[in-house]
């Protein structure tokens, strides 16, 4: 649906993307994760035709983006960081507005608002001014504004960034309804978020592309299949050397009385238990997330 | 000391914006520009015989004119009119299709002899529906008044050539300056003189409703420092830079030739003003929680300081200063037209000028320090001037 | 139909901004009050129309008490002005400026007249005029009646020109307020054109308002990304700010015309006025894409104001022959014209073409770089 190959785009002497290169397929949801200032942004100004590419190309269900920009723009939805919508609309004068603006014919605007309304849980307030909307009420409507044409692609930009959990989750359970159905490219910084929603991670940084594929994929990449926490009574009876002659632990580290092993499965525990012996305390085990993934990328790369 | 350093840090700031310096140097061209405009103007209006501000329209009528004998045609004004010389037929048509708004038709030699002591018969065809025919009306009654004092003249000659003629001179002797001479000579120059004093509001509007709409007042007010600090820090630093700009403003002035004479004392006066206007300014973006709000309380405020100054002194020169001068401008005009001053001169001003700076100081700190104004909500203004007046706490005593 | 959409919008939001329609009011008050000004001064300034507006009697001209009953006294008295007696010349010389605008006496004994006038008198001009015609009179009479000639000889000799005044299209005569060459002069030369480019003025103070402030609000971005071209959303945006400016031209002009002072050529004047509007207002977005906040776009369009106002009007005041091809194409010399008369010259039209190319020429640069990422805050 969306293919982008050997994109650059400089500001002034700094270069936003470098030789960027990446597809994403109907129906999937991609998330793009990066530091601040990896080039996220401008990724998806540049898909969504505000800004030109220097070099490269990107197609959008078939058009240029700088060919064809109407045509593309009409199959995007877009949800910026902050919805920045205007402050002296009613909500539903909004909607009606970006509606013609983006041709939905006039006879199924009004039904197509109130549905919207009623999907994203705002039709008891259609009437109230934005000026008088918390930020979450906000991004509900300007949820409903980006989808108001029914696009066929939807880009959400941090859409969770700064509200509080309960509507966070509100707005994670609305995305994953959509899945599917539409396109999805998604920029966040939260991890959890995009382990739970993305059907692959593009992890970007200086723009370019470090890493990418399924969360799963990503996790085992860096780590084993499971993560061992162990305190221990007496950390001077270990010999890390019998660690690193194991085949099964892939990675260790002690701190005071702290081990923490990373394995290759979880049928290594019982063995790992077995070795320790009475010297161990406790054990925990836990699942290796996106976000040491994120760090163990960016943080390789920065040092 | 702790005002200082703000002060120190909006003067940096001001000054490597790259954009402000722009500004300000754009603003020494315009006035540039404003001497060069009114230094040609005048040499305009002094050169013709009269004094008058009209707009020079160069042959704004059109007049066609048959005068085979030269009486009118030398005496019409070729700057005011488009004076073409045409057949009586010919004129008339171009009258007709609209291509002149009047025609004037003097007899050729055939039909008068100008020797003869007869009235000159002439016709004067005017289209009234053009408005410009009063022009022509005025500028050939004009001409009328030449050429006849001019027959006349010859006529009496001709009666008594030969006799001595006696004739009463006038000998006529004017005193003053004229009066559209006196407005632009003077109250340009002090207008001049006083621009710089509002074209730096917005700094001041930047540096405290900035703060609010940027949400940095916040960190600055955490800062160990009285908030009459801030406000008076942030002051100075544009008064200094109004400073600035009215000395390299006066250093132009002069040199394009402007007449200014004690340029010390008028530069402490201009720049003593800038207390009150920037007192007043800091009252606005104290109150105002955005641009838009302080911009438009700006505006209204400046066109009232500018009437403030500008009215004494349009009185002053229309009375030719029998009275003391009630604003700085005034008083400016006349130290810098070398005139003797009287003690009321100076006390009468400046007493205005400090209690307005007082004042305006005083409020806008006072409004600065409450927290309803800078964090909001902010309270009407009819409640804040109840509050001011401490009016609240007569209404809470009787309360209890 | 989108486009429909975005004018609507941006329509509703200049006619709901209270601080545009209290310019429009303050406008109107301007107009008003330049008006009454160029009334005022068209008065004062006239003595024909000081005359018959009773204002001759304010003017008050000294005279030594000798004089009393004397051919000077009753030259300057056929004036209309007022007279006061003084006992001698010197107690009246020192009133000059005070009591008195002017003091007339005899000099010396060959019978010359000395004047001595205040010239910062608001009704110098007038005075002036006045006493310099009874001097004249009296000079002539002085000559003439020492020769022996008739009345109606004398006459003659004094109005040698018999002028008369044939008035054409008497019954469609343009309905002026005030039958003065000064008024004339003032409304059309400068009044006019500058009431009618006014609006104008605030118009590029609209187009930065509306543009940077969603720059600011980062709405820009939003509405950059709905299926709109670039020169759609300037298209929408500028029309209603044009439109709404040319209907307060075409109001004032309407009010003018109330205020008998007809502004002719309406329709062509519209014309010119549409393209200088697309000039301003091209400006206008051109400074948009070139700042980045509402403060630095108000600096910038007070100093365009600024240099505007020296090109237009400074013209009108100037007098260079050498530069009378270029002048007479600047637009406000265009309007001088064509609004100060009912007739056309067709070649008029043509001296439109430099305003509208330079018009065209902002407009087109201002779209250059409104594709010049210049829309968005990054």
Redesign the interface.
């Given at each position: 649906m969306i293919k982008i190959s050997s994109l650059t785009k400089y500001?002034g002497k700094i270069q936003a993307l470098d030789n960027l290169n990446l597809e994403i397929k109907k129906g999937e949801l991609l998330g793009l994760i990066g530091p601040n200032g990896a080039g996220k942004t401008t990724a998806i100004?540049i898909i969504?035709?505000?800004?030109?590419p220097d070099q490269g190309q990107v197609m959008v269900g078939g058009y240029d983006v700088q060919e064809n920009?109407?045509?593309v723009?009409?199959m995007?939805g877009?949800l910026?960081e902050?919805p920045?919508?205007?402050?002296?609309f009613r909500a539903y004068d909004l909607l009606k507005?970006?509606g013609?603006?983006?041709?939905v014919p006039s006879g199924e605007l009004e039904s197509r608002i109130e549905e919207l309304l009623e999907l994203v849980g705002m039709k008891a307030r259609a009437q109230h001014r934005i000026n008088t909307f918390s930020k979450g009420l906000r991004q509900r409507i300007g949820i409903a504004?980006a989808l108001i044409h029914d696009p066929d692609i939807i880009i959400f930009d941090e859409p969770t960034m700064g509200l509080d959990p309960a509507t966070s989750l509100v707005i994670r359970d609305f995305i994953e309804s959509l899945k599917g159905d539409k396109t999805i490219l998604m920029c966040t910084h939260y991890m959890d978020e995009a382990d739970a929603l993305c059907d692959r991670v593009t992890i970007l940084n200086q723009g370019q592309i470090l890493d990418m594929g399924s969360p799963q994929e990503l996790k085992s990449k860096i780590h084993g299949d499971i993560i061992l926490n162990v305190s221990l009574n007496d950390p001077s009876q270990v010999n890390l050397a019998d660690f690193e002659n194991m085949e099964m632990v892939e990675k260790f580290t002690l701190k005071e009385d702290k081990l923490m092993l990373s394995l290759q499965s979880r049928r290594d525990i019982s063995r790992i238990i077995e070795f320790l012996g009475p010297n161990l305390k406790a054990v925990q085990t836990k699942e290796p997330t996106l976000e040491d993934v994120f760090i163990q990328n960016v943080a390789n790369l920065n040092k | 000391m702790s005002s200082w350093t703000i002060t120190k840090w909006e003067l940096k700031n001001t000054l490597h914006n790259r954009k402000f310096i722009l500004i300000f140097f754009l603003q020494l061209v315009v006035l540039l520009m404003m001497v060069l405009f009114f230094s040609s103007f005048m040499e305009g209006i002094e050169s013709e015989e009269g004094i008058s501000l009209t707009p020079s329209l160069n042959q704004f009528a059109s007049l066609d004119i048959y005068d085979p004998q030269n009486i009118l045609i030398n005496q019409l004004n070729p700057e005011i009119l488009e004076i073409n010389s045409n057949k009586i037929d010919i004129a008339l048509n171009r009258l007709e299709g609209g291509d002149v708004t009047g025609v004037l038709i003097l007899p050729s030699s055939d039909d008068f002899n100008l020797e003869e002591i007869k009235p000159v018969p002439v016709n004067l065809y005017i289209d009234y529906e053009d408005p410009k025919r009063s022009v022509i009306k005025d500028e050939v009654s004009t001409a009328q008044n030449k050429a006849s004092s001019l027959i006349s003249e010859r006529w009496i000659n001709d009666l008594t050539p030969q006799q001595e003629v006696s004739q009463p001179q006038i000998q006529e002797e004017t005193q003053g300056e004229a009066l559209p001479l006196q407005l632009i000579n003077k109250v340009m120059t002090a207008v001049l003189l006083f621009l710089p004093l509002f074209l730096f509001g917005n700094l001041i509007v930047d540096s405290i409703v900035g703060e609010k709409e940027r949400k940095t007042g916040e960190i600055l007010i955490a800062m160990p420092l009285s908030r009459s600090n801030i406000i008076l820090g942030k002051s100075m630093a544009v008064i200094i830079t109004m400073a600035l700009q009215v000395a390299l403003w006066m250093v132009l002035m002069i040199l394009a030739g402007y007449s200014i004479e004690n340029p010390g004392l008028v530069y402490l006066i201009v720049v003593t003003t800038a207390l009150p206007i920037v007192g007043l300014t800091s009252i606005i973006a104290a109150f105002s929680k955005n641009y838009k709000e302080a911009g438009i309380g700006i505006t209204f405020a400046y066109v009232a300081i500018i009437g403030f100054l500008i009215v004494p002194a349009l009185a002053y020169i229309s009375q030719q200063g029998r009275y003391v001068s009630a604003s700085t401008m005034t008083l400016a005009i006349k130290v810098f037209s070398g005139e003797p001053l009287s003690p009321g001169d100076i006390i009468v001003p400046f007493t205005s000028l400090l209690l307005i700076s007082l004042i305006s100081y005083y409020i806008s700190i006072w409004l600065f320090k409450r927290d309803d104004i800078v964090f909001g909500p902010r309270p009407g203004i009819l409640r804040l001037l109840f509050e001011f007046a401490t009016l609240n706490k007569v209404v809470n005593y009787f309360k209890k | 139909m989108k486009l429909l959409a975005l004018f609507k919008k941006e329509a509703k939001d200049i006619l709901s901004n209270k601080i545009y329609l209290l310019v429009v009011f303050v406008q109107l008050l301007i107009i008003l009050g330049a008006y009454g000004l160029a009334i005022t001064s068209s008065v004062v300034t006239d003595p024909e129309l000081l005359d018959e507006w009773g204002g001759s009697a304010t003017i008050k001209v000294g005279l030594p008490q000798n004089l009393q009953g004397s051919p000077l006294e009753e030259s300057l008295k056929n004036q209309d002005l007022t007279l006061m007696y003084f006992p001698d010349v010197e107690t009246g010389l020192k009133e000059v400026g005070r009591e008195v605008v002017a003091l007339v006496y005899i000099s010396n004994e060959e019978g010359d007249i000395g004047l001595q006038i205040d010239n910062t008198n608001v009704f110098y001009p007038v005075a002036r005029d006045k006493i310099n015609t009874a001097l004249d009179y009296y000079q002539l009479e002085e000559i003439l009646s020492s020769r022996r000639l008739s009345t109606e000889e004398i006459n003659i000799i004094q109005n040698p020109l018999d002028i008369n005044e044939i008035k054409i299209n008497k019954e469609s005569a343009s309905p002026l307020a005030l039958d003065s060459s000064y008024f004339v002069e003032i409304m059309y030369g400068f009044i006019v054109p500058f009431i009618l480019l006014l609006p104008f003025f605030l118009a590029s103070n609209i187009v930065t308002d509306s543009v940077v402030g969603e720059k600011e609000r980062k709405t820009f971005e939003v509405l950059l990304m709905t299926p709109l071209s670039g020169p759609m959303v300037i298209a929408g945006k500028i029309l209603p700010i044009l439109l709404f400016s040319l209907i307060q031209s075409g109001a004032w002009i309407m009010l003018l015309y109330f205020l008998q002072v007809p502004v002719y050529n309406p329709l062509l004047l519209m014309v010119l006025l549409f393209f200088v509007g697309l000039g301003f207002i091209g400006m206008g977005v051109l400074i948009s894409m070139l700042v980045d906040s509402t403060k630095e776009a108000n600096s910038a369009v007070t100093l365009l104001l600024f240099f505007a106002t020296f090109v237009l009007f400074l013209p009108l005041f100037m007098n260079i022959p050498a530069l009378s091809g270029i002048l007479n194409t600047i637009p406000t010399v265009i309007i001088v014209r064509m609004s100060s008369g009912p007739y056309l010259n067709p070649l008029w039209i043509l001296e439109f073409l430099p305003s509208v190319f330079v018009s065209l020429a902002i407009f087109a640069l201002s779209i250059f770089y409104f594709k010049q990422e210049g829309a968005i805050r990054l």
């Open positions: 500001f100004r969504s035709c505000i800004l030109q920009p109407l045509e723009k009409s995007i877009y910026p902050e920045n919508l205007y402050e002296r507005y970006f013609e603006l983006y041709g504004r | - | -």
